[in-house]
């Protein structure tokens, strides 16, 4: 199961654009790379998922380079309840391996 | 009406013992999971059923089993609880490559 590493904590000021980088040096060529956000005492909600290049929705953009090595989640101009834990995860046939996630904290 | 639900939603028990935590989907998936979440650990995975004939160990399964009574249902057990159980145990459900579709947890306490 490919290991992702993500800060483990972020700060951003109310209607600032937030990046979160997450590295996945070990993925695969069949592997996914897919984004959860989780509020406390709820089950993390699907965010946004890519295979290369760049993926947008109505609430996030997935940026994933050529070598795939990487991946950075796009939120545009964050609001009080995008406060949340964001995860980054890596996988094709297999479950997905939640770590820590990256704790963001968005200040009015 | 909510795709995954779990019964019950908060559970004090004690040590000793046995106590099975449920999991229904209206999705429609055939893969099920269960996850334990401890404070600032994230989420780990208990077990995972990829149909109702196939039920696999994930990370932390000591103490742990599980049943996959229908393609829409999968049963966590706890066959002796003890305190360091004490977590927010979550069902999700998916299909091959897509997203994982999460229930609204169960907070358990062992005393």
């Known amino acids: 199961l490919a290991k992702t590493t993500q800060p483990i904590s972020m700060d951003s000021y109310e209607g600032q654009e937030v990046n979160i980088t997450c590295s996945h040096n070990?993925?695969?060529?069949?592997?996914?790379i897919t984004w959860y956000q989780q509020f406390p005492s709820q089950g993390p909600r699907f965010i946004i998922q890519g295979y290369k290049t760049k993926v947008t929705n109505e609430v996030a953009s997935l940026f994933i380079p050529a070598d795939r090595k990487s991946s950075t989640l796009s939120l545009p101009r964050v609001s009080l309840s995008d406060t949340a834990v964001y995860y980054c995860?890596?996988?094709?046939?297999?479950?997905?391996?939640f770590g820590k996630g990256t704790r963001l904290s968005v200040i009015a | 009406d909510a795709d995954v639900t779990q019964t019950p939603r908060n559970r004090i028990t004690k040590t000793g013992k046995r106590i099975m935590l449920e999991c229904s989907q209206t999705k429609g998936h055939d893969r099920m999971y269960w996850y334990r979440q401890d404070p600032g650990l994230g989420l780990r995975l208990i077990y995972y059923?990829?149909?109702?004939?196939?039920?696999n160990k994930g990370e932390i399964s000591d103490g742990y089993s599980v049943s996959r009574q229908a393609q829409a249902k999968f049963s966590l057990s706890l066959e002796s609880a003890i305190p360091n159980q004490t977590a927010l145990y979550f069902c999700?459900?998916?299909?091959?490559?897509?997203?994982?579709?999460f229930g609204p947890g169960t907070r358990l306490t062992v005393t």
């Open positions: 059923s990829f149909d109702v004939k196939d039920i």
């Open positions: 070990n993925i695969a060529t069949n592997d996914y």
């Open positions: 995860l890596v996988s094709g046939n297999t479950p997905l391996v």
């Open positions: 999700a459900t998916s299909d091959p490559g897509y997203e994982q579709y």
